[in-house]
């Protein structure tokens, strides 16, 4: 067997006690290079895999700093989570880091808008995939790639494949206002939802605007500057949506 405990990937940032990417406390893992280009994205520095401000890290490194905090993952129903940008635009490196992470017993999620082909790495990779935290940015194909710059198909094929192998998801889905805040879209993604016999959470999450100084750094025009954030009424619309269908939010 190949050794590929050195193969290097392209990182971001790190966050050590995350409390929000899965379960209990996760070493959180911020990977360069997405391929959707989200209207609404707090990470646009993530976008190109080249930022002089990524570093090269090998899984070897990483996992040696990821044992450090072992004892507060196992204690907390925790583990590691891979997010970005999107940790599919790396993932023969996030496949062999998460190999590594099985062999120590590590819980291993991953964060991704599914936005990939199905090839034997992706199959490989979600072999060593306890969780997934899928991005659904609508279900309305002209909606989502309005959102994105991309087709919905990828992503669709993607939850499929989750189902077909009863890999654990959580789904999340951004209500942003005149954006995805459609009723009748909402509506169908609710019935999608029902289909997915693995998915164990889903949230509703509300825009924000905490990203915009990033926008302005990178001089991205940012076309959601005068977008407000959904107030508590629009939400609780939303869930009310969701939960017309047997589908419970948080």
Known sequence: MTD???????????ETCGTVDGPGIRYVLFTQGCSL??????????????????????VEELLKDILKY????????GGITATGGDPLAQKEFILS??????????????????????????????????????????YNKDT???ITGRELDKTLAFAEYLKEKNIETWIRFVLVPELSDNPDDITELAKYITTLTNVSKVSLLPFHQLGLYKW?????????KDTKEPSKDELQKAKELFEAFGVTVS
């Not at 291993?108 to 090839?119: C, E, K, P, R």
Request: proline share 2%.
């Open 144 to 146: 989502f790639k309005k």
């Open 216 to 224: 302005s750094e990178l001089g991205i025009p940012y076309k959601l």
């Open 70 to 77: 072992k004892s507060y993952m196992k204690s907390s129903g």
């Open 4 to 14: 590929t405990s050195n193969i290097k990937g392209r990182i971001h940032s790190i």
């Open 97 to 138: 880091l998460f190999e590594a992470c099985k062999k120590e017993n590590i819980h291993t999620a991953l964060d991704t808008s599914g936005f990939v082909d199905i090839d034997d790495t992706t199959i490989k990779l979600l072999d060593s995939t306890d969780l997934v935290l899928l991005d659904i940015k609508s």
């Open 37 to 58: 280009r989200c209207q609404y994205c707090h990470n646009p520095d993530t976008w190109n895999m080249n930022s002089k401000d990524a570093k090269d890290m090998s």
